[in-house]
Nanobody, 127 residues
Framework: QAQLVESGGGLVQAGGSLRLSCAAS????????MGWFRQAPGKEREFVAA????????YYADSVRGRFTISRDNAKNTVYMQMNSLKPDDTAVYYC????????????????????WGQGTQVTVSS
């Protein structure tokens, strides 16, 4: 099993930056694909970004592509998301998620395919 703990959220002005981190417990972090999702008030949770277990492939929602960068350090059991040029629409609770590699559904955008979730970290972008 994996336990995930997010950090790095906070309050930032529009145009600013934040870096989220997600630390995973366990020794097998490298066999998990990782994703970030977010949920804004009154909205459903949505996909933000994902990265394959090797770090070789990354995926982004259209709304964040070019502004957010996902990365991972398997030696530190940590996945990161650098968020630049933040907008008020980015305000949400951000969740880290993990799923074992080899899932029959190969795309990483479906939250139902993830096995483990963190507790979330709040990101608030003021205008």
């Amino acid at each position: 099993q994996a336990q995930l703990v997010e950090s790095g959220g906070g309050l930032v002005q529009a145009g600013g930056s934040l870096r989220l981190s997600c630390a995973a417990s366990g020794r097998t972090f490298s066999v998990y694909d990782m994703g970030w999702f977010r949920q804004a008030p009154g909205k459903e949770r949505e996909f933000v970004a994902a990265i394959r277990w090797s770090g070789g492939s990354t995926y982004y929602a259209d709304s964040v592509r070019g502004r957010f960068t996902i990365s991972r350090d398997n030696a530190k059991n940590t996945v990161y998301m650098q968020m630049n040029s933040l907008k008020p629409d980015d305000t949400a609770v951000y969740y880290c998620a993990a799923r074992r590699i080899g899932h029959i559904i190969t795309v990483l955008t479906h939250e139902a395919t993830y096995d483990y979730w963190g507790q979330g970290t709040q990101v608030t972008v003021s205008s």
